[in-house]
Protein backbone atom coordinates (compact mmCIF):
# COMPACT_ATOMS: atom_id res chain seq x y z
CA UNK A 1 0.00 0.00 0.00
CA UNK A 2 1.37 3.77 -0.35
CA UNK A 3 2.08 6.19 1.76
CA UNK A 4 -0.94 8.68 0.34
CA UNK A 5 -3.66 5.25 0.63
CA UNK A 6 -2.48 4.55 4.10
CA UNK A 7 -2.94 7.81 5.07
CA UNK A 8 -6.67 7.49 4.46
CA UNK A 9 -6.79 3.88 5.77
CA UNK A 10 -5.27 4.95 8.94
CA UNK A 11 -7.81 7.79 9.05
CA UNK A 12 -10.99 5.80 8.60
CA UNK A 13 -9.53 3.62 12.01
CA UNK A 14 -9.15 6.62 13.55
CA UNK A 15 -12.77 7.76 12.79
CA UNK A 16 -13.81 4.58 13.41
CA UNK A 17 -17.58 4.59 12.86
CA UNK A 18 -18.85 4.18 9.04
CA UNK A 19 -21.32 3.63 7.51
CA UNK A 20 -21.18 0.54 5.28
CA UNK A 21 -23.02 -0.01 1.97
CA UNK A 22 -24.12 -3.48 0.52
CA UNK A 23 -26.65 -4.53 -2.10
CA UNK A 24 -28.90 -7.33 -1.52
CA UNK A 25 -30.26 -10.18 -3.86
CA UNK A 26 -33.17 -8.06 -4.95
CA UNK A 27 -30.61 -5.22 -5.69
CA UNK A 28 -31.75 -2.85 -3.08
CA UNK A 29 -29.00 -0.58 -1.11
CA UNK A 30 -28.35 -1.60 2.36
CA UNK A 31 -26.43 0.81 4.88
CA UNK A 32 -25.40 0.09 8.53
CA UNK A 33 -23.14 1.77 10.82
CA UNK A 34 -20.04 -0.40 11.17
CA UNK A 35 -16.62 0.11 13.09
CA UNK A 36 -13.21 -0.19 10.96
CA UNK A 37 -11.68 -2.73 13.57
CA UNK A 38 -8.13 -2.61 11.98
CA UNK A 39 -5.98 -0.73 9.44
CA UNK A 40 -2.83 -2.35 7.84
CA UNK A 41 -0.83 -2.44 5.01
CA UNK A 42 -2.98 -5.07 3.27
CA UNK A 43 -6.33 -2.62 4.00
CA UNK A 44 -9.11 -2.62 6.36
CA UNK A 45 -10.85 -5.02 8.64
CA UNK A 46 -14.09 -5.47 9.65
CA UNK A 47 -16.44 -7.97 11.59
CA UNK A 48 -19.93 -8.72 11.76
CA UNK A 49 -21.86 -11.52 13.29
CA UNK A 50 -22.87 -14.86 10.48
CA UNK A 51 -26.61 -14.31 11.74
CA UNK A 52 -27.07 -10.44 10.39
CA UNK A 53 -27.42 -9.90 6.55
CA UNK A 54 -24.36 -7.56 6.28
CA UNK A 55 -22.46 -11.02 6.52
CA UNK A 56 -24.65 -12.51 3.57
CA UNK A 57 -24.23 -9.61 1.46
CA UNK A 58 -20.66 -9.63 2.09
CA UNK A 59 -20.19 -13.08 1.38
CA UNK A 60 -22.64 -13.01 -1.93
CA UNK A 61 -21.36 -9.69 -3.73
CA UNK A 62 -18.05 -9.30 -2.11
CA UNK A 63 -18.43 -5.63 -2.49
CA UNK A 64 -18.49 -3.33 0.46
CA UNK A 65 -18.62 1.25 -0.03
CA UNK A 66 -17.54 2.93 3.58
CA UNK A 67 -18.28 6.47 3.69
CA UNK A 68 -17.38 8.35 7.11
CA UNK A 69 -17.23 12.16 8.99
CA UNK A 70 -13.66 13.37 9.97
CA UNK A 71 -13.69 15.68 12.95
CA UNK A 72 -13.09 18.81 10.98
CA UNK A 73 -15.81 17.84 8.94
CA UNK A 74 -13.67 16.54 5.75
CA UNK A 75 -15.47 13.34 4.34
CA UNK A 76 -14.35 10.17 3.42
CA UNK A 77 -15.77 7.45 1.23
CA UNK A 78 -14.30 4.12 -0.42
CA UNK A 79 -15.49 1.41 -2.30
CA UNK A 80 -13.68 -1.75 -2.29
CA UNK A 81 -13.55 -6.07 -2.31
CA UNK A 82 -13.86 -8.04 0.67
CA UNK A 83 -12.74 -11.27 1.35
CA UNK A 84 -13.51 -13.03 4.64
CA UNK A 85 -10.61 -14.09 6.42
CA UNK A 86 -8.90 -16.95 8.65
CA UNK A 87 -10.64 -16.89 12.57
CA UNK A 88 -7.53 -15.67 14.38
CA UNK A 89 -8.69 -12.39 13.27
CA UNK A 90 -11.26 -12.05 15.22
CA UNK A 91 -9.10 -12.33 18.40
CA UNK A 92 -6.53 -9.97 17.14
CA UNK A 93 -9.84 -7.13 16.34
CA UNK A 94 -10.82 -7.85 20.08
CA UNK A 95 -6.90 -7.47 21.42
CA UNK A 96 -7.08 -4.04 19.42
CA UNK A 97 -10.85 -3.28 20.46
CA UNK A 98 -11.30 -4.43 23.71
CA UNK A 99 -14.33 -2.63 24.28
CA UNK A 100 -15.74 -5.69 22.24
CA UNK A 101 -15.74 -7.74 25.17
CA UNK A 102 -18.47 -6.12 26.50
CA UNK A 103 -20.84 -6.41 23.56
CA UNK A 104 -19.63 -10.46 22.73
CA UNK A 105 -18.29 -11.56 25.88
CA UNK A 106 -16.30 -14.99 26.26
CA UNK A 107 -17.08 -17.74 23.88
CA UNK A 108 -20.36 -15.46 21.77
CA UNK A 109 -17.46 -14.03 20.06
CA UNK A 110 -17.65 -17.10 17.74
CA UNK A 111 -20.65 -15.58 16.51
CA UNK A 112 -18.51 -13.57 14.16
CA UNK A 113 -16.69 -13.51 10.96
CA UNK A 114 -13.82 -10.78 10.15
CA UNK A 115 -13.70 -9.92 6.57
CA UNK A 116 -10.60 -7.98 4.52
CA UNK A 117 -11.42 -5.14 2.36
CA UNK A 118 -8.37 -6.28 0.34
CA UNK A 119 -8.63 -3.19 -2.85
CA UNK A 120 -10.36 -0.41 -4.05
CA UNK A 121 -10.33 3.17 -3.73
CA UNK A 122 -11.88 6.19 -2.58
CA UNK A 123 -11.73 10.01 -1.63
CA UNK A 124 -11.34 12.69 0.81
CA UNK A 125 -13.24 15.18 0.59
CA UNK A 126 -12.42 18.83 2.74
CA UNK A 127 -15.51 21.09 1.70
CA UNK A 128 -14.85 23.89 4.42
CA UNK A 129 -11.45 25.10 2.60
CA UNK A 130 -11.72 27.44 -0.52
CA UNK A 131 -11.44 26.74 -2.80
CA UNK A 132 -12.67 22.63 -1.90
CA UNK A 133 -10.10 20.22 -1.69
CA UNK A 134 -10.45 16.53 -2.73
CA UNK A 135 -8.04 13.91 -3.01
CA UNK A 136 -8.16 10.60 -4.55
CA UNK A 137 -6.17 7.21 -3.42
CA UNK A 138 -6.56 3.41 -3.92
CA UNK A 139 -4.44 0.18 -2.67
CA UNK A 140 -4.24 -3.09 -4.97
CA UNK A 141 -5.87 -1.32 -7.62
CA UNK A 142 -6.12 1.88 -9.68
CA UNK A 143 -7.36 5.21 -8.59
CA UNK A 144 -10.67 5.57 -9.77
CA UNK A 145 -10.89 9.38 -12.43
CA UNK A 146 -14.39 11.41 -11.59
CA UNK A 147 -15.98 14.64 -11.80
CA UNK A 148 -14.99 15.97 -15.77
CA UNK A 149 -12.36 17.43 -18.13
CA UNK A 150 -12.06 19.69 -21.00
CA UNK A 151 -11.29 17.96 -24.39
CA UNK A 152 -9.89 19.49 -27.13
CA UNK A 153 -13.08 19.99 -28.78
CA UNK A 154 -12.94 23.49 -26.74
CA UNK A 155 -12.65 26.50 -28.33
CA UNK A 156 -12.21 28.94 -25.80
CA UNK A 157 -15.11 30.43 -25.78
CA UNK A 158 -14.98 31.01 -21.75
CA UNK A 159 -18.73 30.39 -20.97
CA UNK A 160 -17.96 28.02 -18.33
CA UNK A 161 -15.78 30.14 -16.41
CA UNK A 162 -18.22 32.21 -14.54
CA UNK A 163 -20.93 29.20 -13.65
CA UNK A 164 -17.80 27.60 -11.75
CA UNK A 165 -18.60 27.77 -8.43
CA UNK A 166 -14.97 27.58 -6.82
CA UNK A 167 -13.53 29.29 -10.52
CA UNK A 168 -11.38 26.13 -10.54
CA UNK A 169 -11.42 26.33 -15.11
CA UNK A 170 -7.77 27.59 -16.09
CA UNK A 171 -8.32 29.05 -19.02
CA UNK A 172 -5.24 28.07 -21.97
CA UNK A 173 -5.87 26.99 -25.56
CA UNK A 174 -7.84 24.23 -24.28
CA UNK A 175 -9.23 25.20 -20.81
CA UNK A 176 -8.59 23.08 -17.73
CA UNK A 177 -10.32 21.93 -14.76
CA UNK A 178 -8.28 21.94 -11.57
CA UNK A 179 -9.99 18.27 -10.38
CA UNK A 180 -8.89 18.84 -6.44
CA UNK A 181 -11.17 21.68 -6.37
CA UNK A 182 -13.62 20.61 -8.51
CA UNK A 183 -17.16 20.22 -6.63
CA UNK A 184 -18.53 18.29 -9.72
CA UNK A 185 -21.44 20.06 -9.85
CA UNK A 186 -21.65 20.18 -13.33
CA UNK A 187 -22.71 23.06 -14.27
CA UNK A 188 -19.55 23.82 -16.78
CA UNK A 189 -21.23 20.44 -18.69
CA UNK A 190 -24.56 22.61 -19.00
CA UNK A 191 -23.07 25.76 -20.16
CA UNK A 192 -20.34 24.61 -22.69
CA UNK A 193 -21.94 25.22 -26.23
CA UNK A 194 -19.19 23.07 -28.00
CA UNK A 195 -19.93 19.75 -25.93
CA UNK A 196 -16.55 19.69 -25.02
CA UNK A 197 -16.78 19.34 -21.22
CA UNK A 198 -17.39 15.74 -20.57
CA UNK A 199 -17.86 13.33 -17.37
CA UNK A 200 -15.27 11.18 -15.75
CA UNK A 201 -15.78 7.31 -14.91
CA UNK A 202 -17.70 6.65 -12.72
Known amino acids: MNEKARKYVDLFRQVKIA???????????Q???INV???????MYIVTSKGKPF???LIDTGRVALSAMCPDCQSLKFSGKVRQVDKQWVDRVFEANPGMNEVYPGKT???LEAFLIYEGSG????????????????YNTEEEAAGFEITDDCIGCGLCLP???QKCIVKGQAYGIMKSHCLQCGACLAACPQGAI????P
Open 198 to 201: RRLH
Open 163 to 165: VCP
Open 123 to 138: EWFDLLSYPINRETFA
Open 31 to 33: SRI
Open 55 to 57: YKQ
Open 109 to 111: RDA
Open 37 to 43: MIAADEG
Open 19 to 29: SAATVDEKGRP
